[in-house]
Structures are given as structure tokens and as C-alpha cells.
């Protein structure tokens, strides 16, 4: 069954480092995501991607945040300069048409900010 | 904004008891409504769709409701297993092209 996949699954940085966190949506969907959750607190949105731009964005979605469809496949999540409050499993979603049907999601990159 | 919350935080039960789980929105014009299952480490998986549209779906021992005037959703398990031992997560869409999840409801299934 095809699957969404995220690398790496974990990732540590120093503060005020850049991170790009990596997925491979599945291949023939067209709209993807990227949700965060802080340990012991809900799953956020961050933003959605649809056509090589950005649909919506949350008010978490700041300029220290980017993403990025590079090629066919891959969609990237770039933090500029990282803060200890960005430490969150980040999952990455696709789907076929968008919030109308169901979601898949990626198995999550837990990124810890020291 | 839509609020979504989820009731009880955890459950515990014996193998092969029914249970109901619950979700609550504040905004009632949603598009639809999502049931997903975490499991420590790992993703989400999208296990229901509901659509404003519609009361109810099904898929095996699994069903949920959703009564949009109330703004209530419910995933009733049948016949419980161990297996089915994790974190259910509701979230709805409200037009906007994100969800908004509730904060999960840690069920526990004792053999």
C-alpha cells in the first residue's frame, strides 16, 4: 500500500541552526501538509501546498518557516534559525483532493532543538 | 476558531467490551470529520470520514456518528481488542483547508 515517508525520523540541532525536514508524499496526490504536536498537546497545522504554492498557513507558518517541492516527489519543511519551542514531531500529509477526503500521514520527524 | 475536544482523555478496558469515544466542535459548519488512530512513535491513520452530509460511516468493528447541530461526533468499537489499544484523535475541516484536531482520547484494551 503506498505510504507516505519522512526523513529523518529524528533530528537534533542547536539553536539557530537550520533544519530541513523531508518527505515523499504519495505519488499521486496533489495536496500536501505539514502539521506539527508538541509533546502532550494537540496536532497543529502548519501549512498546506497545492499546485507548487502555498494554500494556507497557520499563524505558527512564520518567515522562519518554508517549504519547498524541489522535483516530482520530494516536499520539504525548512526551518531558518530553530528555537527550543520548535521541538515537535512534524508530520508531513498527502492527499488526493484535498481536506475532502481522507489524509495520509507520514510517520512523523521528531526534531529536538537543544 | 474551531475547538475540538475529546472526552475521556483515557479509557480503560476489558477485551471484548463496546465503548464509545467522544468528540465535541464548537463551530458546527465543518466539511467533514476525520477519526485517526496514533500509536506511540508513529503517524496517523485516517480509520473514518464522516461528511457534513452524512450521519454516519462504518468500517468493520468501527463506526462513528456525527450530529452537526449538536456538534458531537462518536467512534463506537465493537468487540474490543488489544490490538486496538492507542490514541484516537477526531478532526474536522471547516472550509479552510486544514483540520483541527481535538486532543485525543489514550484507550487501553486489558486482555
Known amino acids: 500500500e503506498p505510504e507516505v515517508t519522512q526523513t529523518p525520523s529524528h533530528q537534533v540541532t542547536q539553536m539557530g541552526q537550520e533544519v530541513i525536514l523531508r518527505c515523499v508524499p504519495i505519488?499521486?496526490?496533489?495536496?500536501f501538509y505539514w502539521y506539527r504536536q508538541i509533546l502532550g498537546q494537540k496536532v497543529e497545522f502548519l501549512v498546506s501546498?497545492?499546485?507548487?504554492?502555498?494554500?494556507?498557513k497557520s499563524e505558527i507558518f512564520d518567515d522562519q518557516f518554508s517549504v519547498e517541492r524541489p522535483d516530482g516527489s520530494n516536499f520539504t519543511l525548512k526551518i531558518r534559525s530553530t528555537k527550543l519551542e520548535d521541538s515537535a514531531m512534524y508530520f508531513c500529509a498527502s492527499s488526493p483532493s484535498g481536506t475532502n477526503e481522507k489524509l495520509f500521514f507520514g510517520s512523523g520527524t521528531q526534531l529536538s532543538v537543544l | 476558531k474551531q475547538e475540538v475536544t475529546q472526552i475521556p482523555a483515557a479509557l480503560s478496558v476489558p477485551e471484548g467490551e463496546n465503548l464509545v469515544l467522544n468528540c465535541s466542535f464548537t463551530d458546527s459548519a465543518i466539511y467533514n470529520l476525520q477519526w485517526f488512530r496514533q500509536d506511540p512513535g508513529k503517524g496517523l491513520t485516517s480509520l473514518l470520514l464522516i461528511q457534513s452530509s452524512q450521519r454516519e460511516q462504518t468500517s468493520g468493528r468501527l463506526n462513528a456518528s456525527l450530529d452537526k447541530s449538536s456538534g458531537r461526533s462518536t467512534l463506537y468499537i465493537a468487540a474490543s481488542q488489544p490490538g486496538d489499544s492507542a490514541t484516537y484523535l477526531c478532526?474536522?475541516?471547516?472550509?479552510?483547508?486544514?483540520?483541527?484536531f481535538g486532543t485525543g482520547t489514550r484507550l487501553t484494551v486489558i486482555p
Open positions: 505519488s499521486n496526490h496533489l495536496y
Open positions: 501546498f497545492y499546485n507548487n504554492e502555498i494554500s494556507e
Open positions: 478532526a474536522s475541516t471547516g472550509g479552510a483547508n486544514n483540520l483541527f
